[in-house]
């Protein structure tokens, strides 16, 4: 766990990279877009956020710096669709958002028949404005790979489509060649992680299983992933640049396979995913991997070097600082 960076010095790395297979994408419409898993953290005020933004201001400012969100809150309550419609409209169509799927879709499931049809209305508004970029369904340890699990996927990737939808499933007996081929008939996307080396957790491979890649950093504390008082410890981690220097060669294998690849941060606790989610930017940027793309609207300058397209935003300077952790929504396993 790294505390502190360079951020004008890269290293090389030598990390093997998994192999990719998926139908080639068109010629020239591979995208990179880098966000944050949540935004509107009370103690990302400092080491992000000016101390006195008002939170309603808060997306805007994120949206000026990064293309991506990641929104976690739809797992603990589904929002009116007007919620979701005056989200979308204070981004001003510079970010694409990824909607988490409610705990009654994923972790209890009594409820489902319940939940779903007000989750896929509250979708509705980002839907018609063109921002709605995939939806993150996220399965718990115990969701194993079993013949009932494997029916309950397929039913739930019938039920959300068109909505293009990634799978992150946190028990490792999914992590075969037979889920892969799964999802890819499915036409779902296979969720890629970066999460503690820790028994029966999935191993950081890479798959590409459909025309878009989804990548969750979650940090990598073994110490808190299993044992913690609260539950944003087990996601309180920084990356060192060695660290996500790892990651380039596999963000640019799925970059090449697919025509667009989200890359977001969970490790939210004090600024981390933000000082993350700015060093990858600065890493892709400065050609050691994938390249990114600009944000939805308005267009930024980009690179004249052929491949898949790039633009990154003017991003500040921000490190975590020393502060009083404030009590952060909670992110089940």
């Not at 360079?6 to 994408?25: D, H, M, Y």
């Not at 044992?227 to 920084?238: C, G, I, M, Q, V």
């Amino acid at each position: 766990m790294a505390t502190e960076h360079s951020r004008s010095q890269l290293f090389n790395t030598g990390a093997q990279v998994n192999s990719v297979v998926s139908a080639a994408p068109p010629p020239g419409s591979q995208t990179i877009k880098v966000g944050t898993s949540g935004f509107s953290y009370p103690e990302w005020k400092g080491p992000f956020y000016p101390e006195k933004l008002p939170q309603q201001q808060m997306l805007e400012f994120y949206a000026r710096h990064f293309p991506a969100v990641e929104i976690n809150s739809t797992y603990y309550h589904i929002p009116p669709p007007r919620n979701m419609a005056a989200m979308a409209k204070r981004a001003e169509g510079r970010v694409e958002f990824s909607v988490k799927a409610h705990q009654d879709m994923t972790h209890t499931r009594d409820k489902y028949a319940e939940a779903l049809p007000s989750f896929r209305a509250a979708l509705a508004p980002m839907r018609e404005a063109g921002v709605l970029g995939c939806l993150l369904v996220q399965f718990p340890f115990s969701f194993k790979a079993t013949a009932a699990n494997t029916d309950f996927l397929r039913r739930i990737a019938s039920d959300l489509a068109p909505d293009p939808v990634a799978v992150e499933i946190r028990h490792r007996s999914w992590t075969t060649d037979e889920t892969f081929a799964l999802l890819r008939d499915l036409g779902v996307v296979y969720c890629c992680v970066d999460e503690p080396r820790l028994p029966n957790l999935p191993p950081p491979v890479v798959r590409a299983t459909s025309s878009i890649a989804y990548v969750r950093f979650h940090g990598r504390n073994r110490q808190k992933w299993w044992t913690h008082a609260e539950a944003w410890e087990r996601y309180d981690y920084l990356y060192s640049e060695a660290e996500l220097l790892e990651w380039l060669p596999k963000i640019r294998s799925l970059a090449e396979a697919t025509q667009k690849c989200y890359a977001f941060f969970n490790n939210h606790a004090r600024g981390q995913a933000v000082t993350n989610a700015q060093m990858l930017i600065n890493l892709l940027s400065a050609g050691r991997g994938a390249r990114l793309a600009d944000p939805i609207s308005p267009p930024l300058p980009c690179s004249p070097a052929p491949g898949p397209r790039y633009c990154w935003p003017e991003v500040p300077d921000i490190r975590p600082r020393a502060s009083s952790l404030l009590r952060l929504e909670r992110n089940l396993c």
